[in-house]
């Protein structure tokens, strides 16, 4: 049995390039790639089928094919449509036709084809039901985030509307989320709230069918826990000698066994980091006793290094740089240049040995993987209150993270001060609590077999032929969506 995952944007490689540092390089690649490997450990051919890339600045992602060291199921298919060089997201749409039928062709040449096939965010959703059109192949669509939440947001903060939507094509990917989930055998979601607040959006409405049991499937994402682990490794050494620096180049060694309040999400607005520093800030108990260690992949020194970053980095680093300044807080707000997954895993144990807390304060998260790989390393998590963590902190009255509203500067604060100052005890048994909850119910192989057990099932029936309108082939003459 083959398996193809169909995610265009950004791009897979073995060594997992750009992850963390680009917009287009974020959980969404880590969900397919987990999934993909756990599947393909159950003896599934997976292929990632994803974007060519032919560019002297993204030279990784040149070659047709790749893999992943060990995983013998596993391949990553490069296929190439466009114009030449790496484009982002949002100006992929107009090729994506050209890319369902370049993969078509590519198997074609295999004399093979797909069993099934699960696409992830609108452009791979729009592929598949373009795909299946052609082939009769079904596909199941995870969007991972919907245009119409995001567009809501931004016309929220009094955004020009057609302004946003030369930067984000927000037509077009409405119109593809429409399609996608309407003519999908499967919608797979993270949690039921996703299901029924995001899908059920008066933009989509008409081609949702959010009522119908059928038509969803909730498989929470997993930790791979051979990283996010409480077990020390070698690294953890290092870690704790780069933090020391850290510490004695931004404040000095009386601070160095403070509990951490860990932030270590991409610099977006909607990731409000900005909300934890100025909660920080403002409450003398909090950074008297703590410090916020804010994680900055790629730079040593931002206070120095942030006017060279490419925006939205740029502004968001810059408000987190003139909020610390302003308050004086130089010394008691650590930036660490944490390169990858186990670095980060390292850290975050370091951080479980000072009863430290991560923290995830976002204006909304779909779902928030984050705080579940704190918490599989032993720290206690305080995460926003809008979206996912609302199930994945809390279930049968049972608290297993903090929530706080995003909002509210005030509220952030008493989160964090609960989960540090409220007692050895309770930290604890927050700390035991998480690490329990991962192991229960957020592993990359019960997703997987989430996906399979859905995919099995739904191979064995008939799915309605797409009706896809002509100009989301060719990209002219997109109906504006408001």
């Keep these: ?33 987990e999934i993909a490997s756990a599947m393909s450990e159950m003896g599934i051919n997976c292929d990632i089928v994803t974007r060519k890339i032919v560019d002297d600045k993204w030279p990784e992602f040149a070659e047709e094919f790749d893999s992943y060291p060990g ?9 190439p449509f466009g114009p030449e060089g790496f484009l982002r997201k949002e100006k992929l749409w107009p090729y ?15 004399r093979t084809l797909p069993n099934f096939v699960t ?29 119409a939440q995001k567009l809501d947001k931004l016309l929220q903060t009094g955004a020009d509307r057609l302004q946003i939507e030369g930067e984000f094509n927000f037509s077009f990917r409405i119109a593809a989320e429409r399609i996608s989930m309407k003519y999908s055998a499967i919608n797979f979601v993270s949690t039921s ?17 959010v009522g119908n049991d059928s038509r969803y499937f909730v ?11 409480t077990n020390s490794t070698e690294l953890d050494g290092i870690i704790e000698r780069r933090f020391k620096e850290a510490i004695e180049r931004f404040s000095d060694l009386s601070r160095l066994q403070l509990p951490m309040i860990i932030v270590a999400s991409r610099l977006e607005q909607k990731k409000n980091h900005i909300g934890v520093v100025r909660a920080f800030v403002k409450d003398r108990e909090l950074n008297s006793n703590s410090n916020l260690v804010i994680v900055t992949r790629g730079l040593h020194d931002p206070y120095e290094e942030y006017s060279s970053l490419q925006e939205p980095d740029r502004a968001v680093l810059g408000e987190i740089v003139d909020q610390i300044s302003r308050n004086e807080m130089m010394d008691r707000v650590i930036f660490m240049n944490i390169e990858n997954q186990l670095e980060l895993s390292a850290l975050y144990r370091i951080g479980s040995k000072r009863r430290s807390v ?21 720290l206690p998590a305080v995460a926003t209150s809008s979206g996912g963590p609302v199930e994945t902190l809390r279930e049968n009255n049972v608290e297993y993270g903090i929530l706080v509203d995003p909002l509210e500067t005030e509220d952030i604060a008493r989160g964090i001060k609960r989960a540090l100052f409220s007692g050895s005890d ?57």
């Design 358 to 378: 991560f923290a995830l304060i976002s204006l909304y998260e779909p779902f928030g993987l984050a705080p579940i790989e704190a918490m599989a390393c032993g």
């Design 119 to 147: 696409t992830h965010y609108g452009d791979g959703g729009l592929t598949g039901a373009m795909l299946f059109k052609e082939t009769g192949i079904p596909y199941s669509f995870t969007a991972h985030s919907l245009g």
């Design 96 to 110: 994506l036709g050209e890319f369902a039928k370049r993969i078509r062709e590519f198997y074609h040449a295999e």
């Design 1 to 33: 049995m083959r398996v193809a995952f169909i995610n265009p944007q950004g791009n897979f490689d073995k060594n997992d390039s750009y992850w963390t540092t680009h917009p287009d390089f974020g959980g969404q690649l880590v969900y397919v790639k």
């Design 193 to 209: 709230m996703e299901r029924f607040q995001q899908y059920s959006h008066r933009l989509y409405r008409d081609f949702s069918d």
């Design 426 to 482: 309770f930290w604890e048994e927050m700390s035991s609590r998480g690490i329990d909850r991962v192991t229960e119910k957020y592993t990359w192989e019960s997703a997987a077999e989430g996906y399979l057990n859905q995919i099995m099932e739904k191979i064995k029936h008939g799915h309605p032929e797409p009706e896809i309108p002509d100009y989301l082939f060719t990209g002219i003459d997109v109906p504006f969506i408001e």
């Design 71 to 79: 995983r013998n199921n596993l391949r990553i298919v490069r296929i």
């Design 219 to 229: 498989v929470p994402p997993g930790v791979n826990t051979g990283i996010f682990t």
